[in-house]
């Protein structure tokens, strides 16, 4: 999804739906746990401009403020289970998950405050359009081989391979190992 629309947002053609689904696509990055400083601050530039795009000119005013008020928040706080971060948090996603047609279950929405930067919210920075295709690839890459692009029996072959192949060499190597047992034990005359 990313390397379909990432084309259209970057020449400025992009519809309502390219910038969801880049949210989308931001969003799932953005709940890695292995993110690095700048690899965060690209897709927080990111996933605020997308919003600070889809969100209408009369409410953009009240998108930053409330995004500023999250913020200082969050710097505030000492525990995670402070009930007035808990409440501003879920306001904050229960306001911009409709925007991006998140629904309230999907476990992005519970990410998408905590992937939100007041700073250049009205434009993309440089650095983020030089390294969100770079930050993207990193961890959206599916690594394909003829394993999964080969079928067999209708079935991607790594499937057909770990889910009978597998067993049926598992069973097949039971059976040797009772027949090598027993032609041991009658060549040693032992008797079960």
């Excluded at 060499?169 to 079960?192: M, R, S």
């Amino acid at each position: 999804t990313f390397e379909r629309v990432w084309p259209i947002i970057k020449d400025g053609a992009a519809s309502e739906a390219d910038f969801q689904e880049f949210g989308h696509a931001t969003l799932s990055v953005l709940g890695k746990i292995a993110l690095s400083e700048g690899e965060k601050a690209v897709l927080d530039n990111a996933m605020s401009w997308t919003l600070w795009e889809l969100t209408d000119e009369s409410e953009r005013s009240t998108l930053i403020a409330n995004i500023r008020n999250f913020e200082k928040l969050k710097a505030e706080i000492t525990e995670l289970s402070d009930p007035t971060y808990i409440s501003s948090k879920k306001e904050l996603s229960d306001q911009l998950s409709p925007i991006l047609k998140i629904s309230n279950l999907d476990v992005r929405s519970k990410i998408l405050p905590l992937g939100l930067a007041s700073a250049d919210i009205e434009k993309l920075s440089e650095v983020t359009v030089i390294n969100i295709p770079v930050v993207m690839k990193k961890y959206l890459v599916h690594n394909q081989s003829f394993l999964t692009d080969y079928k067999f029996i209708g079935f991607p072959f790594h499937y057909f391979y770990t889910a009978i192949f597998l067993l049926i060499l598992f069973v097949g190597l039971c059976w040797l190992y009772c027949v090598k047992t027993d032609q041991i034990n009658a060549k040693l005359e032992i008797i079960d």
